[in-house]
């Protein structure tokens, strides 16, 4: 009796094992077959990209099945930015083929402080994992085709800005009591992006030989895609003090000076302030 007893457990124990293994296989038959098509990178910014991800789905079978639900997640560099899923009404033909996209804005983060340290990164990952609900008919009902897709990219780089020069322009001597003298103060600000910034404010300050030689603010500049700036800055300087300050100036290789400038924009619709300093 033992002898055909083990042998009916096992068989008793395969039979879910296999009934699930018939029903895949059975199922897989009417499950159309979905490729990544392409995946586009629309644009970005410094909140976030702009993703298309293209796919195809052909029917294999002969008749027509319904493409009827969307649902997926879409991760930056493994943490979870979206979770999404909406219904569909998509009636595929039989043996027929026909392409459907997710277009995405992205958030690379979420917070405006995490940003400064996001932006040390050169690229990013966005990845994009789900499933295709496929409607196929009423003895089968719904089936779940996975679906997934990835790119890598650049993260938008932060405005920089960058000391260039104070240059002597005059000194005049016409008025003993009240001399006057002339310098061009001289810095860029960067803009790496293929996007333009608007920038509110630029600040700016330039101290030498413990004097405050200049300081002020640049109002609604925008920062060309890819361009290097030079934004320059009349300095008139008037009285007896500057007989003993304005070779210090013309001589800064023997002189300790310091250049300040804080950049402001926008980030997620809170006002940013990037510090700069030269030397630092």
Do not use: W
């Not at 780089?157 to 001289?186: E, I, R, W, Y």
């Amino acid at each position: 009796m033992r002898r055909f007893f083990r042998p009916l457990v096992l068989l008793v124990t395969l039979i879910p094992v296999l009934s699930c293994s018939l029903l895949q296989n059975a199922l897989s038959e009417y499950a159309p077959t979905i490729t990544l098509k392409d995946i586009q990178l629309k644009g970005f910014d410094f909140e976030g990209a702009d993703i298309e991800y293209i796919y195809t789905i052909k029917n294999k079978v002969s008749f027509g099945i319904t493409f009827s639900r969307l649902a997926f997640q879409i991760s930056v560099d493994g943490k979870r930015m979206i979770d999404a899923q909406n219904d569909k009404n998509v009636v595929i033909k039989p043996n027929e083929s026909t392409d459907f996209s997710i277009v995405q804005r992205v958030r690379y983060v979420e917070t405006v402080e995490a940003i400064f340290e996001f932006a040390k990164k050169d690229s990013v990952e966005i990845a994009l994992k789900g499933a295709v609900g496929i409607y196929v008919n009423q003895m089968i009902g719904n089936i779940e085709v996975p679906i997934e897709g990835s790119k890598v990219v650049p993260v938008p780089k932060l405005p920089h800005v960058a000391f260039g020069s104070l240059d002597f322009g005059s000194m005049n001597f016409s008025n003993p009591l009240n001399p006057s003298a002339t310098f061009n103060l001289k810095f860029n600000v960067k803009n790496s992006n293929p996007f333009d910034i608007k920038i509110p404010k630029i600040e700016y300050g330039f101290t030498a030989a413990g004097t405050n030689v200049v300081s002020g603010t640049k109002q609604n500049q925008t920062l060309t895609k890819n361009s290097d700036a030079q934004i320059s800055i009349p300095v008139n300087l008037r009285g007896r003090d500057i007989v003993d300050l304005v070779p210090k100036l013309r001589d800064l290789n023997s002189t300790d000076y310091r250049f300040t400038s804080a950049v402001e924009f926008n980030i997620m619709g809170q006002p940013v302030s990037l510090p700069f300093a030269y030397p630092k």
